[in-house]
């Protein structure tokens, strides 16, 4: 059996190392990575293919840098010419990214079979891009492994049950990838001022591209540093460019992006965290740290609902307020919400039963 994986951004990097891990331990199955270039700084793709271990991508399409439209479009073009190529039983996409929707779409129009790993997720924000991959991503796929039983309860509310992909509960790969690298996980070059420190990361377009909310975060957190908060935030590259081009001040310690040893490392041995990322909020949770999320939305409903997780309008005056009052807030340990660390193996094995 063959199995064609499209991988573009770093959470994908992550979830790909557990099902690579499962798919070299059977001889019966060839795997064909196509790195599609969306995330190019090095330390935010290839060091996750060193220290995790993926294997070398048989394709690298260097598509980046470019907007949602053109971007989809020419990862549509040259994955399609791959697949042509290659011919393979399975094509599998992760989470919700341009790469994902375009891995889907080519591969439904040559009439191959798909996979989506993390199906299911709805943040019903449909200003967000990711939460338009998602939803087209899995009205394509043949195969939908959900990370939660919300998930499962998302489509078969949608009518999924009516149509002809089959649905399976998996528990969440990035659960798995927590469990195996927590041991391995090191402590970044240079980091200074470890105590009680509050991990911070902002990147979705949601903040960066609109000036107000990005500064309203910004000078948020200054104003809560200022108080003597002690904040780290490895700045993303594309954040950096947008606030060194509008001139915002960030009164707190900032580092160079991190590979994710180094990431696990830092949430590991932080006091809380806050971000807008979607991977982050379930690692916070992994690593039983309380996680302000400043979205409006977010996908991972079952943090919320089980009060390890606070959302946060950014565009609230009371932000500031809102945030002092959650850094302290603890995380209970005891819940078990993504699984037992097995998703890969219940996935791989769906796919052999499945060819």
């Known amino acids: 059996m063959k199995i064609v994986t499209i991988l573009g951004a770093r959470p994908q990097f992550i979830k790909a190392s557990s099902l690579s891990r499962e798919i070299a331990k059977r001889n019966e199955i060839e795997e064909i990575i196509i790195h599609t270039g969306q995330h190019f700084d090095v330390n935010m793709s290839a060091i996750f293919f060193k220290e995790m271990e993926i294997p070398e991508p048989k394709y690298n399409l260097e598509i980046n840098s470019l907007s949602h439209g053109a971007m989809t479009g020419r990862m549509l073009e040259e994955i399609e010419k791959i697949l ?35 199906a299911g997720l709805r943040s019903y924000e449909m200003r967000m891009p990711e939460e338009i991959n998602r939803i087209l991503t899995d009205q394509i796929s043949d195969i939908l492994f959900c990370p939660t039983q919300i998930a499962v ?63 309203n975060i910004i000078e ?29 001040p960030v009164k707190f310690n900032c580092i160079e992006p991190v590979g994710y040893l180094e990431m696990l490392y830092l949430i590991d041995n932080c006091s809380s965290i806050i971000t807008d990322s979607g991977g982050l909020q379930k690692e916070a949770y992994f690593f039983n740290k309380f996680c302000i999320t400043l979205r409006d939305s977010t996908e991972w409903v079952e943090l919320v609902d089980n009060n390890v997780n606070k959302l946060m309008n950014v565009d609230d005056s009371t932000l500031y307020e809102n945030i002092k009052s959650h850094l302290d807030n603890k995380v209970d340990s005891s819940l078990n919400l993504y699984g037992k660390g097995n998703a890969a193996e219940i996935i791989v094995n769906e796919l052999i039963n499945n060819s």
């Open 84 to 118: 042509l190529l290659e011919r393979p039983d399975w094509t599998v996409v992760y989470g919700d990214t341009n790469s994902t929707i375009a891995g889907a779409l080519a591969s439904k129009k040559l009439h191959m079979k798909v996979a989506h790993v993390e």
């Open 153 to 215: 309860d998302n489509l078969r509310s949608e009518g999924f049950e009516n149509k002809d992909s089959k649905i399976y509960m998996s528990g969440d790969i990035m659960y798995d990838s927590a469990l195996h690298y927590k041991t391995k996980m090191k402590r970044p070059i240079g980091l200074v001022n470890e105590s009680s420190y509050i991990l911070v990361t902002i990147h979705r377009q949601e903040n960066t591209d609109d000036s107000q909310r990005l500064k």
């Open 220 to 248: 948020t957190l200054n104003r809560l540093a200022s108080d003597g908060e002690n904040f780290l935030w490895p700045m993303h590259p594309r954040t950096k460019k947008i606030i060194e081009a509008s001139g915002i």
